[in-house]
Every structure is written in C-alpha cells, then in structure tokens.
C-alpha cells in the first residue's frame, strides 16, 4: 500500500464521483498518519456553509472524513439525506451505532444493502444491531440464515463471537473473535474484545498488543484508548500514556475521564508530557504492528512468509536474515525485497532480535553445574521452526529450562501452538536425553 503524499485534501473533498474503496483506504491512510490534522483543516474548510442541497458526492465525502475523525454528530447530518451512494450510506450506519442509536443503524444498513453495498455485510452489521438492543435470539436467526455465505467472513465470525460473549460463554466468544482475526487482522472491534479479555485474565502485555492493534486503523474508538493509557500507565509508561488521553481529548475535548487521568499523570508525576516523543512512540507501535499483507509484495514473497507464520513488520524484525532463507521457497530475491521494504519504512530485518534473544537465568540448587547451563541455554538452541519459535516467543519461553517446566497440555492451550509443535519439542528433547513435564 502507498505512502500518503502531501498534497490538498480540500479538492479531494470537493471531487465528483460516488464513494470507492479506494478513495475510502485513502483518507484512512491520511487520518492514520501524519496528515491528520491537514485531513481536520480541509474538512473544516469545505464543509463550511454546506446544508442538505449538496451533492451527494460532496456530502459522501465529508461525511466520511467526519467519520474517520470520529465526528459522528457531524457524519450524521452528511449523510443522513443520501439515499443513492450504498457505501456513503453503510458509514451513515456506523457513526449510528457508535452514537448507539442502533435502530436507527439497523435501517440505514438495510438501505445501504438496497443501494448496492455488499448485502452479506450489511446483513450482518444488522444482527448486530439487533443484539445491541437486547434481541440476541433474533440476531443469531439472522446470522443463521447468511451463515452459507458469510462463514468465511471476519464480520461474521465477530458477530458470533459477540452472541457468545452476551450469553456469558467467554471461551467459545473467544474462539470467534480469535478466527476473526485470523481473517482480518484489521478487525478493530474483534481485537477489542479480545484486548478487553486478556486484560481481565492479567494478561497485560497482550492486552496492550491487541489493543495497540485495534488503533491501527481508524477511526479510534474511545475505549481502546482509555483502557489502553490505563494499562500504560499500570505499567509506568507515561508518556504513552499521556498520548493517548490526548489522542481522545483531540476528537472529544469534554471527555471527563481522559482530562481527569491526563491530569492525574501530569500532577502525580511532576512531568511535561513530550508530546512529540509520545507520537512518535505510538506510530512506531502502529507501523510495527501493520500486517505485510498491507504491502505490495510479489506473490513468492507474500507465501513463503504466510508459511513461516510471519504476519507483521514487527515481526520482521525480530527474525534474522538466516533464518528467513531457511524458510522454504525463501530465496535471494525475496530477502531483497523484504529488506527494501522494511528500509523504507525506517527499519531492518532482526532490529529487535535483542528482545527475542533476551531471557532469565534458571537457578535450581538440585542441580549440578553442567544440568544448570543446559537449563539456562536459549530456546533457540532447539532449531525450532518458525511457528513454534513464535509460540515459544507467545508462552515468553526463552530457554530449555523454561520448556521443561511445562505440559504438553498447557502447551496445547496456548493459541496457535498444535499437536505438530508438540511433536516437533518433543523430538528436540529426546535428542537432548530431554523431556516435557508429566511426559
């Protein structure tokens, strides 16, 4: 995907022609990156004297730049009179549900499907209104009866995912809203959610990780960034913190809660937020957590990682150049265009291999000398492949004698890991004259 240029975002509003996917990727780019505030001018620019006798393409447009600025008021009065433009008329519906007038979203989804937007997904974004009213059983009806076509959609598996969670089966809402991601790893509200439950399991790093993951994109929601300064500020990173009840007061001035804790950070701590670091700290979470499907890569290249399970930036810089060409198919050519890539955005292949590499000491007064040096050898020293090294990374398993502390059945309960990445650390063990706990 392209870098957004500078260029005037003002004639960009005022172009004719209906809403595209394209166009809408575009100002997304822009609000998500540096461009935001020229995004913010040259829409309180264009808009200013518009009423309802605009054209439809005008107002589609402003409308969806109130939208991705989380100015759902003002997305309203936009859109609220278009009756031909089906995706001007889906966004109507989402700045409806996030005011939560979810009847009236219900509608405008139904109309949006009438004037030719993907009648699959409209349906579905339906259901969820219903079930944002309370009407559970009817919306799981709904999802039913699309269930032939949309199973193999991210939306819908978010939506069951939420049937789930509201009839208080947490595990099985879990398991949606994990196959969600694995669909779309841009699903913001399926990251949410998931977010919010490691966060009540104590799962702070990962919290951090899927709520990090969900601003990736906007518009922002308000919770994300709350629960997410929360947690930063948990753990004492108040910088990022700071940014993000920031962030919030930028689109919500009034908000009571972001000025409160803003204002509780500043006082308790006796600091001047930076706020330039902070952006800068909070776009390179964002750039590194962007999926390399985001980016224009050859067909072998794009492969060759899916196989490795390599899905993010982030992740290219926490492998090394050796162990990409290990990958199968993984060739001179795509190491080539991996590094161009990762230069262009200000990185390289292994930059934080330091953080992978990094671990505990084991210490255990049982043992002798040479079995405390096996147990203190990195988890690298197995030759994993790149799935159950990633895993390990996931369980924070840096060396042998961690593995060993552990079940095959607490290893099977970790995400992603399978029966092959069992068999696999078991095999290594063997020939270490090693093996699991309980084995």
């Known amino acids: 995907m392209s870098v957004v240029n500078s260029i005037n975002f003002a004639e960009i509003l005022r172009s ?6 394209e166009s809408v990727d575009y100002l997304q780019n822009a609000v998500a990156g540096p461009q935001i505030s020229d995004v913010r001018q040259a829409l309180t620019e264009v808009s200013q004297g518009v009423d309802e006798s605009a054209s439809e393409d005008l107002l589609a447009r402003l409308g969806l730049a109130s939208y991705l600025l989380a100015r759902h008021e003002d997305a309203d009065r936009f859109l609220s009179g278009i009756q031909k433009d089906g995706l001007a008329i889906c966004y109507h519906a989402h700045s409806l549900s996030s005011m939560e007038r979810h009847e009236d979203a219900a509608r405008r989804y139904e109309e949006a499907g009438k004037a030719g937007y993907d009648h699959i997904d409209a349906t579905l974004r339906q259901a969820g209104c219903l079930r944002a009213q309370g009407r559970i059983d009817e919306a799981e009806q709904i999802l039913r009866s699309v269930a032939a076509s949309a199973a193999s959609r991210a939306e819908y598996s978010f939506q069951m995912g939420c049937i789930w969670a509201d009839r208080g089966d947490a595990l099985t809402a879990v398991e ?3 196959r969600a991601v694995d669909m779309d790893g841009h699903h913001a509200r399926a990251l949410f959610w998931l977010a919010a439950e490691n966060s009540l399991r104590g799962n702070d790093e990962e919290s951090i990780k899927l709520y990090e993951r969900s601003l990736s994109r906007p518009p922002y929601f308000v919770g994300a960034l709350l629960n997410l300064g929360l947690l930063y500020e948990d ?3 108040y910088q990022m913190a700071a940014f993000c009840f920031q962030r919030i007061l930028e689109f919500d001035p009034t908000n009571e809660r972001a000025i409160l804790y803003l204002k509780d950070i500043e006082a308790t701590h006796n600091m001047h937020v930076n706020e330039e670091q902070a952006r800068q700290e909070a776009r390179m979470k964002q750039l590194l957590g962007r999926p390399v499907t ?4 050859s067909v072998r290249s794009r492969n060759c990682l899916a196989a490795m399970d390599i899905n993010s930036l982030g992740d290219l810089t926490e492998i090394s150049e050796q162990e990409l060409l290990a990958g199968k198919n993984f060739g001179e050519t795509s190491l080539t265009e991996i590094r161009e ?3 262009a955005h200000g990185l390289h292949i292994g930059q934080h291999l330091h953080k992978v590499h990094s671990r505990e000491t084991f210490t255990d ?3 002798s000398p040479e079995e405390q040096a096996m147990m203190n050898r990195p988890i690298s020293d197995l030759n994993l492949s790149v799935r159950s090294r990633k895993c390990m990374t996931r369980l924070a398993i840096q060396t042998i004698g961690q593995i060993l502390q552990r079940t095959p059945d607490e290893l099977l309960a970790s995400r992603n890991f399978g ?3 069992l068999n696999e650390i078991r095999a290594k063990l063997t020939e270490m004259g090693l093996k699991l706990r309980n084995d």
Do not use: K
């Open 16 to 21: 004719s022609g209906s809403l595209t996917p």
């Open 176 to 178: 949606y809203f994990e």
């Open 235 to 237: 753990h004492e990173r």
């Open 294 to 297: 985001d980016f224009e890569l």
């Open 341 to 343: 890539l990762l230069s």
């Open 365 to 367: 007064q049982n043992l």
């Open 419 to 421: 029966v092959t990445s």
